[in-house]
């Protein structure tokens, strides 16, 4: 596969869809020297005005059809919840041989929509980009994104290997590595590494919102001891996660139960004092984290690293607060 | 309550366990000025040893009851399953009218453990700085670890004023804000900040280790799909943390029974194909995340404003990974 210096492997790029995702793809080919026009695709108007103010592209379209349009490489960044009705309204608009791909979260799914909808001579390569932020939108986006991250590209039977290179060696000038993982391995492994966790972070944040005998108030200023860590991804766009959820339902409801079934163990250790099982469980998970810092997928810093500045929001300063015990 | 500048109103403070939060009160200590002897005390003697090289302190004690000898201030860092056995090891030791204070994360079982076990004339303030990380040790401390964070006391009918201002007037100069809360209200507002947070936490890495049909090496590699944020805090310490659950039960149960609840109905949701109740928790659960923002409480950078530089451990450039597709 090339990885040589040079221009990338096409001259006209359309991304459908300009959230957080699509606009990354957009800076990141412009900072990696794609000179080419980019035609953006959003049906929702104010994010195509904020794209054209950002200047991401060369040209906007609330019509996807008209975005693709002599495109050679099309990028679908749209929620996998909408790939398939995106797939219907570029259908006919396509280029002859153009490279359809995608950074949806799922990918089985998302396979069958696409070729289900597009004709046999688009090339579908379908990805997925292990990269992101609890951000969302066209502002969200930043060139950097892709660097020292995994990109997954789901090639079947079908699937044209030279798109694959090229697709692949888009991934590579931004940074990425790549892993070529076949489809329903992906979304089993994306259960258990991405979507479980989103769903576990979003019912705990909905899960203490809703204690009504614990105040919101204090849930907030006392977040610092672990929960605050759970709402950065509970903030994460909740029309992609609906999406993936209903579309990765297998895998994801086979990695529940098992999270269920574990939970109820570490449950039932504490109910009846059992120490040693629960030392041993949070002494062995301690090594997986070495791991994901060791393989440059996360700081070593404490805390995330997270500036200790954040401070503009701050307590303010003053009188001790009141005794909240009534309210208990 | 004093607020004023000045000096601190103790002249000999004894720290009992010199990991994370002990080593950063000695690091406040000296860093807001305080000039008196600090006596550390540890049962452990590697840790004493790098307190030493670190002089965190000005005497070293394997004995806490040495330690103790003539302090004004005793700060108890040590688990909460702790307590019970350190108060009585100092018992015997404390100067007369001492102030005993704790910075343990479950406040109505230290409470019962300490005045249990101390003589009647120490003044026992309970304490609880909401601030950490995930690393522990003497090495881990920091001196501005407790800055813009809220620190709890939770004196009872029988504490003396005096000594929650004195305990309070530190943690004000090692700039915290201090909350006064009934013991049993600070054990289920922290159960559902903190204690149900780090055991989801733990859990659901374990899940991950377990997932025979996935391995290891992956979980790691995709992990900044969601995965990685809950491995922080799975990478506490192990000892603190079986403490807390022992000792919080009946608290923690009664989340986690929350918790488990919930996550049943979104289960269902998404075996059912519900898109509407998904969409809906998942969007009121941003309002939290904003919420801590503006309290000051975590940092609104993206990504916890991680540093992208992480790259030491980076994978490999080169070749295409090998599919792994055959193991699913």
Not at 72 to 78: G, S
Not at 183 to 190: F, G, I, N, Q
């Amino acid at each position: 596969m090339a990885d040589e210096p040079g221009s990338f492997r096409f001259s006209r790029v359309a991304i459908i869809g300009i959230g957080l995702i699509g606009s990354s793809v957009a800076l990141a080919l412009r900072a990696k020297g794609f000179e080419g026009p980019i035609a953006i695709g959003d049906r929702n108007g104010d994010a195509l005005r904020v794209a054209a103010e950002l200047e991401l592209g060369t040209s906007y379209h609330t019509s996807a059809a008209k975005a693709v349009a002599g495109a050679d490489l099309v990028m679908l960044c749209v929620p996998v919840g909408a790939m398939s009705a995106t797939g219907r309204a570029i259908a006919p608009a396509l280029a002859e041989g153009a490279i359809v791909t995608d950074t949806g979260s799922v990918k089985e799914s998302v396979i069958e929509a696409l070729t289900g909808v597009l004709p046999a001579h688009a090339r579908v390569v379908a990805g997925h980009p292990i990269a992101g932020s609890e951000q969302s939108g066209p502002r969200a986006g930043y060139g950097t994104l892709f660097e020292r991250r995994w990109s997954i590209l789901t090639p079947t039977e079908g699937t044209d290997p030279e798109a694959v290179d090229i697709v692949a060696d888009m991934w590579r000038r931004f940074g990425s590595e790549i892993e070529l993982m076949d489809p329903k391995r992906h979304d089993l492994v994306l259960a258990i590494t991405s979507h479980l966790p989103h769903l576990i972070a979003y019912n705990i944040v909905r899960t203490a919102y809703d204690m009504e005998s614990v105040a919101e108030s204090e849930v907030i200023k006392f977040s610092a001891g672990g929960f605050r860590d759970f709402t950065r991804i509970a903030a994460s766009d909740p029309t992609m996660w609906r999406d993936v959820f209903l579309n990765n339902r297998e895998a994801v409801l086979e990695t529940l139960g098992r999270f269920s079934e574990d939970l109820a163990s570490l449950q039932r250790a504490i109910r009846w004092g059992e120490g040693d099982l629960l030392y041993e469980v949070f002494e062995r998970t301690r090594a997986i984290r070495m791991g994901i810092i060791d393989a440059g997928q996360d700081t070593a810093a404490p805390d995330f690293g997270r500036p200790r500045s954040h401070t503009d929001g701050a307590p303010e300063d003053g009188a001790a607060r009141s005794v909240n015990g009534e309210r208990g």
